[in-house]
T-cell receptor, first 112, second 118 residues
Framework: GQQLNQSPQSMFIQEGEDVSMNCTSS?????WLWYKQEPGEGPVLLIA?????ELTSNGRLTAQFGITRKDSFLNISASIPSDVGIYFC????????????FGQGTILTVHP | GAVVSQHPSRVICKSGTSVKIECRSL??????MFWYRQFPKQSLMLMAT?????????EQGVEKDKFLINHASLTLSTLTVTSAHPEDSSFYIC??????????????FGPGTRLTVL
């Protein structure tokens, strides 16, 4: 199947710091999605990207759809303890409504 | 809106028994639901696509006779793990896709079911 390479695998940061994570692929995608999963829960959609070059924000979160359509990044500004969790990138067949392929995930730990 | 529930949230069973997991879309109709499996410290892996009123489509490497899927209504899909073994222990997560004309569009995930097979 199509592989998504997500990095870093884990991050340990201090509260207030900014965070950046990214996903790359050898294939071109029409949709990039970013999810957050907290322990024992299902993933929750943070941001959906549909156009190459698109930059979208959701509060302290900002994500961009790479111009080559093969990569995307997610930034979190001024991190807080509740940002802790696993962040996944994912792509869908056509829209966010199709079956999803997930990246390996980035485990984020925020120290108060 | 667009809430998905799963039942049970966790289950412990003996090896060889079968376990049924329910996925319900509470406030919308879902013609398509998806079943994922997640092992500890790993990502979600799609197992199958469940379509209301028709047979499920399984991903490569997923045994359809072991993981039985029934999507009998527009709000309910069930996954039955038959003759469960310890290696089937995992976190099973479903998602539901809203149908056309829905107030909220997209794919929404349930809270997951933790299966432990002794």
């Amino acid at each position: 199947g199509q592989q998504l390479n997500q990095s870093p695998q884990s991050m340990f940061i201090q509260e207030g710091e900014d965070v950046s994570m990214n996903c790359t692929s050898s294939s071109i995608f029409n949709t990039w999605l970013w999810y957050k999963q907290e322990p024992g829960e299902g993933p929750v959609l943070l941001i959906a990207l549909y156009k190459a070059g698109e930059l979208t924000s959701n509060g302290r979160l900002t994500a961009q759809f790479g111009i080559t359509r093969k990569d995307s990044f997610l930034n979190i500004s001024a991190s807080i303890p509740s940002d802790v969790g696993i962040y996944f990138c994912a792509h869908a067949g056509g829209t966010s409504y199709g079956k999803l392929t997930f990246g390996q995930g980035t485990i984020l730990t925020v120290h108060p | 809106g667009a809430v998905v529930s799963q039942h049970p949230s966790r289950v412990i069973c003996k090896s060889g028994t079968s376990v049924k997991i329910e996925c319900r879309s509470l406030d919308f109709q879902a013609t398509t639901m998806f079943w994922y499996r997640q092992f500890p410290k790993q990502s979600l892996m799609l197992m199958a696509t469940s379509n209301e009123g028709s047979k499920a489509t399984y991903e490569q490497g997923v045994e359809k006779d072991k993981f039985l899927i029934n999507h009998a209504s527009l709000t309910l899909s069930t996954l039955t793990v038959t003759s469960a073994h310890p290696e089937d222990s995992s976190f099973y997560i479903c998602s539901a896709r809203t149908s056309g004309g829905a107030r909220v569009r997209g794919q929404f995930f349930g809270p997951g079911t933790r299966l432990t097979v002794l």
